[in-house]
């Protein structure tokens, strides 16, 4: 029994270590409306793709947001694999998101459309289980379509451009298919 037990741990171990595909959260700093959001990432040898989401609802506020990026892998950064692998990875992004501030005067509410570049690198830990800590930089320009009512609750719209946008993400993924 003990060897039927050993031997089911032993492949389940070796059934983890191929998985290529990761479920995840996500932590940002630079976007007032987004700060944290689940994330999908499927990771190759020489790519990977990678599709999050967020979605915020508080009093009178609401943001939703969808982006996919297309990564560039490279395994560059030797380490000994007791300490696990470190991949460095860049690609475009892009996505769109909507946000309403609510309905007071002079509140908006809009959508935004992202394209970017997205820089990274990864810690895929050295366990039977495999996990990853990832750090990004996204400088991005953004185009935001707006609309808001002014004091005498005529609505007002308005397009503007943020070039560049700078966000920084770290994320945490189990990959567990």
Known sequence: ??????????????????????????????????????????????????????????????????????????????ADASMGRFPLYWGPVGGVGYWDNGDKIGDDNGVAVRGGVTLGISWIFPTSFPMDVSLELNPVAECHFKSWKDNSAEKHSDTTWEIPSLYFRIMFHAYLF
Do not use: C
């Open 1 to 78: 029994m003990k060897k039927i037990i050993l031997l089911l741990v032993f492949l389940a171990g070796a059934s983890f270590a191929e998985k290529n595909d990761a479920l995840g959260l996500w932590l940002q700093g630079g976007n007032s409306g987004e700060y944290w959001g689940v994330d999908y990432k499927h990771l190759g040898s020489t790519a990977a793709t990678d599709i999050y989401v967020h979605l915020s609802a508080s009093n009178d506020k609401f943001s939703l947001g969808g982006y996919f990026g297309y990564y560039f892998v490279y395994n560059i950064i030797k």
